[in-house]
């Protein structure tokens, strides 16, 4: 067997950005954040479509064939096929076992790996530990949930509890998920997202207000709920003026547009850069983004870092990261929500307590440094 690097670590991640496809930076973040403690490199799971579903447009060129650098860290990706469906998705992951050995056949044997999603990366994670002993750690999130969520019977089903049962240890982001694991007997710890410290800003004054700026930033799909924000806007009729601004774009912008309609104090400022997102959140004194299925939603922890008095959903994302009621509000419907934001907009004092609270729970808890610190014990804890 090959030496074991007790300084190297594998990152086997489906959910980076790629020459053909756009994704969240955060896993790729992280790695760039460790490789100061830990010799990093990525392995990309990357999905072929079978014949005849190559043909079609949204499968076409899907793979990359190609490692690449992301600056000083390099991404080999490791061709699989994925059936339609989600109960076929991943049956045919077995007969890729021998390409996650052969990559280790020319590199330094880890000290462990750590795969970003449950299916497919924590498959190749469980063979690798049964195959070479490497242990791994598995981060959890909100679509891993909809496997688990099959028949007993299903054979997917089967092969995402095995890969969690074995795994060394498991990482969720939020309290939501660490409570649906519970659930299946699976132990797990809450690491969150961070942020940078040179993010975090805080108001010269907050005092109360006769004008109010509530923001939304988001990409324009219906689990987003960006309608609510708007109809809620349009239904109040206090004593205040409330301006809507709503940064982002996607498939729903024609839409949302005509839900808005002329109404004057609702603007679409588009997509903007992070450093702009960073100015308006700066300018705004509530954030409210009723969103669904939320693996954490690091644009909260941002609109908190800039001393926004923050609206979220229940039972997901931020959810019980923060303190409900004290230091963030949570709804559970489009009515609760509605009343939530139109109370805020009224109540000064709700809102400059528990911008003032988020933002001490952000700057003490889920800044990149102390959210770094955590992956290294535990890492230590595993290899």
């Not at 649906?180 to 805080?202: A, M, N, T």
């Not at 990409?219 to 960006?226: A, L, P, T, V």
Request: charged letters at 25%; glycine letters at 6%.
């Amino acid at each position: 067997m090959q030496h074991i690097d007790n300084k190297r670590v594998l990152f086997i991640a489906t959910n980076i950005p790629t020459a053909k496809r756009k994704s969240n930076k955060v896993v790729m973040t992280i790695a760039h954040k460790l490789s100061a403690s830990f010799g990093i490199s990525v392995l990309h799971p990357s999905e072929m479509a079978p014949f005849p579903l190559n043909l079609f447009k949204k499968y076409k060129n899907l793979s990359g064939s190609r490692p690449w650098n992301d600056d000083d860290i390099l991404v080999k990706p490791l061709k699989y096929i994925r059936l339609p469906g989600r109960r076929l998705s991943f049956l045919l992951l077995p007969f890729f076992k021998r390409k996650i050995k052969k990559y280790l056949e020319t590199e330094e044997m880890p000290c462990l790996t750590h795969s970003h999603y449950v299916m497919p990366d924590g498959y190749f994670s469980y063979v690798l530990k049964r195959q070479c002993g490497i242990p791994y750690v598995i981060s959890f999130r909100d679509s891993d949930i909809k496997f688990l969520e099959l028949d007993d019977k299903c054979k997917v089903k089967k092969m995402t509890v095995e890969v969690l049962e074995n795994a060394d240890s498991v990482v969720v982001h939020n309290v939501a998920h660490q409570a649906f694991l519970k659930s299946f007997g699976i132990d797990s710890e809450v690491v969150s997202h961070g942020i940078e410290k040179s993010f975090l800003q805080e108001k010269d004054e907050m005092s109360p207000k006769t004008e109010i700026t509530v923001t939304v930033v988001s990409g324009f799909i219906k689990r987003k709920n960006i309608d609510w924000v708007i109809n809620a806007i349009k239904s109040y009729n206090g004593v205040k003026t409330v301006r809507l601004n709503i940064i982002g774009e996607g498939e729903l912008a024609g839409e949302l547009k005509n839900l808005a309609g002329d109404c004057k104090n609702i603007n679409f400022m588009g997509q903007m850069s992070h450093d702009d997102v960073g100015k308006s959140l700066y300018g705004s004194d509530i954030f409210a983004l009723p969103s669904y299925h939320e693996t954490l939603g690091l644009v909260y922890l941002e609109a908190a870092a800039k001393e926004n008095a923050v609206i979220a959903m229940k039972d997901t994302g931020v959810w019980g990261n923060y303190q409900d009621g004290e230091e963030m509000l949570f709804c559970v419907d489009y009515q609760s929500f509605e009343k939530i934001l139109h109370d805020l907009i009224d109540d000064d004092d709700k809102r400059i307590s528990l911008s003032k609270k988020a933002f001490e729970r952000t700057r003490s808890e889920y800044t990149w440094d102390v959210i770094i610190e955590k992956y290294k014990k535990i890492y230590g804890n595993v290899c």
